[in-house]
């Protein structure tokens, strides 16, 4: 049994105004930003930001009709990077005896995964945790912010700061103070890293090597909330764009797992959620940040993420708007405080480091435009995302009950 409430949540984004051609985010509704807060309605328990799901008209009544529980001895959070629709119906399939409620939800600004996971975590807007990127402006220097490493030469920041900036009070520290067990699981790469440690600090961490390792865990912790994070679809996308035989190969593999242990499931709710979705580029649509009008522009280089979305710094705005002005037709370029005041990165309290990261101008790409700016490190991608495409902006959710 599956209920699908996508259509209906695209029609009340539609009516709203939200959904076009790009999409704005819906933070006080249909949004990721409200994971964790129906994250802990479901535990039972209050999380202050953010609105819960359930309390949403469309969703309650879908999980009404399927008659799932609105509380859970054990809640799964599998947060699978870059996951799209077609591909999570592909899941349903496999789990279609059990209660099954699938929709759609809208991204942040910009739809980068570092934004995405503090708001989806939180119940926080981007404007009030000031994690605008993975590269963002600190002490004057771009800094990759999950390694917290120079993309232009610089020293590099200590894993105190990655911690600090981390610093949020999210689902986890709820949960803690809540004496509700948490475990995360992360693949062997990512549980390795110095950074995961730091930003997961104090909570437990286990790793996977595969998929039915994964899910195998996923039984065998006994903690009442889990949070598994699932990356390699990013990556394939990323690399290889969507035409990737690996796209298969590792959804297959995924949903085989997922079938092993689907009868072994007990008492237990998985929520299934992406971040964002990605889109194809072009690579001859390419808008170089560096040419030498803009040099002179500048007051530090700018921050790009995912080639898809930029910060420019400068203190000559009205002449940059003036070279960039042909370029209207592959990238918009907002003034900051319209995009404040627009609401792209939602409303409430004003992060410290908010405004200076997000610098003067805020240029986002449309259709397959990349936007590329010369860092040490820089990598050209086949798909990529960070921007308001509906490609980008709209990602699946599935609330699965066993």
């Known amino acids: 049994m599956t209920t699908d409430i996508?259509?209906?949540?695209?029609?009340?984004?539609?009516?709203?105004?939200?959904?076009?051609d790009l999409v704005r985010p819906d933070y006080t509704g249909y949004s990721i930003l409200n994971v964790a807060p129906t994250i802990a309605a479901f535990l039972g328990i209050n999380l202050e930001t953010g609105k819960p799901l359930q309390q949403l008209e469309i969703v309650k009544g879908a999980i009404k009709a399927e008659g799932i529980s609105p509380k859970h001895?054990?809640?799964?959070?599998?947060?699978?990077?870059?996951?799209?629709?077609?591909?999570?119906?592909?899941?349903?399939?496999?789990?279609?005896e059990k209660k099954c409620v699938s929709g759609v939800l809208t991204s942040t600004f910009?739809?980068?995964?570092?934004?995405?996971?503090?708001s989806m975590t939180t119940g926080i807007p981007p404007i009030s945790h000031g994690i605008v990127g993975f590269n963002i402006l600190i002490e004057g220097s771009i800094y990759s912010i999950f390694e917290l490493?120079?993309?232009?030469?610089?020293?590099?920041?200590?894993?105190?700061?990655?911690?600090?900036?981390?610093d949020l009070p999210d689902i986890f520290a709820l949960c803690k103070s809540e004496g509700i067990g948490v475990t995360i699981l992360l693949p062997e790469d990512i549980a390795a890293k110095e950074s995961s440690t730091a930003i997961f600090?104090?909570?437990?961490?286990?790793?996977?090597?595969?998929?039915?390792?994964?899910?195998?865990?996923?039984?065998?912790?006994?903690d009442r909330f889990l949070y598994v994070y699932i990356p390699v679809f990013d990556t394939i996308l990323h690399d290889e764009g969507a035409s990737s035989a690996k796209i298969h190969s590792e959804l297959s593999n995924l949903i085989e797992a997922l079938k092993?242990?689907?009868?072994?499931?007990?008492?237990?709710?998985?929520?299934?959620?992406?971040?964002?979705?990605?889109?194809?580029?072009?690579?001859?649509?390419?808008?170089?940040?560096?040419?030498?009008?803009?040099?002179?522009?500048?007051?530090?280089?700018?921050?790009?993420?995912?080639?898809?979305?930029?910060?420019?710094?400068?203190?000559?705005?009205?002449?940059?708007?003036?070279?960039?002005e042909k370029e209207k037709d592959r990238v918009i370029l907002m003034r900051s405080e319209d995009a404040v005041s627009g609401g792209l990165f939602g409303k409430g309290s004003v992060a410290a480091e908010f405004k200076e990261r997000i610098g003067d101008l805020v240029l986002i790409a449309?259709?397959?435009?990349?936007?590329?700016?010369?860092?040490?490190?820089?990598?050209t991608y086949k798909s990529s995302h960070g921007a308001l495409s509906r490609e980008e902006m709209l990602v699946p959710f599935t609330l699965i009950e066993f």
Not at 6 to 20: K, N, P, T, V, Y
Not at 73 to 96: G, H, T, Y
Not at 149 to 166: A, H, N, V, W, Y
């Open 6 to 20: 996508s259509e209906a949540i695209l029609d009340h984004l539609d009516r709203e105004g939200l959904i076009g």
């Open 73 to 96: 001895e054990k809640v799964v959070l599998l947060f699978i990077d870059s996951f799209n629709k077609s591909m999570d119906d592909l899941i349903i399939d496999a789990v279609k």
């Open 110 to 118: 910009p739809s980068l995964t570092p934004t995405c996971t503090a």
């Open 149 to 166: 490493e120079p993309m232009l030469g610089g020293k590099e920041l200590s894993l105190d700061f990655l911690k600090e900036i981390f």
């Open 201 to 222: 600090e104090d909570i437990r961490i286990e790793q996977f090597e595969s998929f039915r390792e994964m899910f195998l865990k996923v039984r065998e912790i006994e």
């Open 260 to 324: 092993s242990e689907v009868d072994n499931f007990k008492n237990t709710l998985l929520f299934l959620i992406s971040d964002h979705g990605q889109i194809e580029l072009n690579p001859e649509n390419v808008l170089r940040l560096d040419n030498a009008r803009l040099l002179r522009c500048y007051t530090h280089p700018p921050a790009v993420s995912g080639g898809r979305i930029a910060y420019l710094y400068t203190d000559s705005v009205e002449e940059v708007e003036s070279i960039l």
């Open 366 to 379: 449309k259709g397959n435009t990349y936007l590329k700016y010369p860092y040490l490190n820089d990598k």
